[in-house]
């Protein structure tokens, strides 16, 4: 599966891309949703792992405009949050996300929740 992750905190973007990558997806990432726009653009991921809280445009605010555009609507996307009080599960879920995950990111179900999520998006 084509996984891109966006994450601003490097240690976080490291540690999620190769849990990824070590269960076999193919990993593309970045640390802002302007690169996560640029990446769709270039090669269109099964599901997008985004990290809400981002430098410059939230990821809120990428997740609503990925689903107004036809060509992206239909990717699966999780959140990834460390600030529950901030993003609430009924806000996440209103901006589009189709699942979310609170950090600290437990790696030995990441690779799962993700295929769950996609495999449900696709049903």
């Given at each position: ?16 891309g ?42 809120l ?28 599960r ?34």
């Amino acid at each position: 599966m084509k996984v891109l992750v966006i994450e601003d905190n490097p240690t976080d973007l490291k540690l999620m891309g190769e849990v990824l990558k070590m269960s076999g997806h193919i990993v593309r990432e970045g640390t802002s949703a302007e690169e996560a726009v640029d990446a769709i653009a270039a090669d269109k991921p099964d599901i997008i792992l985004l990290d809400l809280h981002l430098p410059g445009m939230d990821g809120l605010t990428l997740v609503r405009q990925l689903k107004v555009n036809a060509a992206t609507n239909l990717i699966p996307i999780v959140a990834v949050t460390a600030y529950t009080d901030r993003y609430r599960r009924e806000d996440i879920a209103a901006a589009g996300c189709d699942a979310c995950i609170t950090k600290p990111i437990d790696t030995r179900s990441l690779s799962k929740q993700l295929e769950q999520t996609a495999g449900n998006k696709i049903k």
